[in-house]
């Protein structure tokens, strides 16, 4: 079985800040992938932010130079600065772990509430 807690979400005002962080826990390896997705009310989930092992990470255009996702391996656990915030970064986050054998799981998501 595996885990995940998030934590860090809240309501913040346009231009403000967050840090989310995602800390997996149980039968646990290795974990190849971990990621960051959001999904506002009416809308399918997106990708927001990925990150390999290796420290390789990827980032949505939307997001890109405002969100930086970083990970700590040997904490299993994943981070999202997020920083000047706009009202359409309002969503419920999730965050998502890849193992090597391909299974994927997720946190029970963080809701991120940004005021205009």
């Known amino acids: 079985q595996v885990q995940l807690v998030e934590s860090g979400g809240g309501w913040v005002q346009a231009g403000g800040s967050l840090r989310l962080s995602c800390a997996a826990s149980g039968s646990i390896f290795r974990i190849n992938v971990m990621g960051w997705y959001r999904q506002a009310p009416g809308k399918q989930r997106e990708s927001v932010a990925t990150?390999?092992?290796?420290?390789?990470?990827n980032y949505a255009d939307s997001v890109k130079g405002r969100f930086t996702i970083s990970r700590d391996n040997a904490k299993n656990t994943v981070y999202l600065q997020m920083i000047n915030l706009k009202p359409e970064d309002t969503a419920v986050y999730y965050c998502?772990?890849?193992?090597?054998?391909?299974?994927?799981?997720w946190g029970q998501g963080t809701q991120v509430t940004v005021s205009s």
């Open positions: 998502s772990i890849k193992m090597p054998s391909a299974s994927t799981y």
């Open positions: 990150i390999t092992s290796g420290g390789s990470s």
